[in-house]
């Protein structure tokens, strides 16, 4: 399976701040790459969709680049709803995966 | 309008099998490049992929569980269905479903709410 490695594990940011979660691989996966917010007690909520792609409905302030192996999530202005987990997910393999997690209190 | 909904038991004893089932409305998955998935989460960990079953009955697993897990569809009834055998206290989660869209069968846009499966004897 491909392994997908997040960073920062967690992170406490204040409300209007911009911040930028990193997911790495070890080997190319093209642009087969998503990320999900997740809030406690919730299913995931897909944000972006092939790396950069927004997803309907998701605000503008989210946005996602990369290519191959290294991928970041920015959310460009933080809101208090955005504290959530938020986890990547490649599809270039049928056998998805998924990154550990990055916690974002604010 | 897209659902998914999980069923199956909360508990579970050691060594037992678990048999889940995903009902599905507002799409078909005999679309093609149509694909449902099953996730799980231990509580307070991470999201960890299980398997997926595609529109042409095609079927991927997750190598660390791929001989103890089973996944099938029944088209006619919009299911899908999970089975995972000699369950463990450490396969305690929530099993979600998913769909995948095409064309790409990517990623999943629509989740189920989950389901939290205890295992204990």
């Known amino acids: 399976d491909i392994q997908l490695t997040q960073s920062p594990a967690s992170l406490s940011a204040s409300v209007g701040d911009r911040v930028t979660i990193t997911c790495r691989t070890r080997?190319?996966?093209?642009?087969?790459l998503q990320w999900y917010q997740q809030k406690p007690g919730q299913a995931p909520e897909l944000l972006i969709y092939l790396a950069s792609s927004l997803q309907s409905g998701v605000p503008s302030r989210f946005s996602g680049r990369g290519s191959e192996t290294d991928f970041t999530l920015t959310i460009s202005s933080l809101q208090p709803e955005d504290s959530a987990t938020y986890y990547c997910q490649q599809s270039f393999s049928p056998v998805h995966t998924f990154g550990q997690g990055t916690k974002l209190e604010i | 309008q897209v659902t998914l909904r999980e069923s199956g038991p909360a508990l579970v004893k050691p060594t037992q099998t678990l048999t889940l089932t995903c009902t599905f409305s507002?799409?078909?998955?005999?679309?093609?490049?149509?694909?449902v998935s099953w996730v799980r989460q231990p509580p307070g960990k991470a999201l960890e992929w299980l398997a997926r079953i595609d529109w042409d009955d095609g079927k991927h697993y997750s190598a660390s569980l791929k001989t103890r897990l089973t996944i099938s569809k029944d088209t006619s009834r919009n299911q899908v269905v999970l089975t995972m055998t000699n369950m463990d206290p450490e396969d305690t989660a929530t099993y979600y479903c998913?769909?995948?869209?095409?064309?790409?069968?990517?990623?999943?846009?629509?989740w189920g709410r989950g389901i939290l499966v205890t295992v204990s004897s």
């Open positions: 080997q190319s996966i093209s642009v087969y």
């Open positions: 998913a769909r995948t869209p095409p064309p790409s069968s990517s990623w999943y846009d629509f």
């Open positions: 507002g799409f078909s998955l005999s679309t093609s490049g149509m694909c």
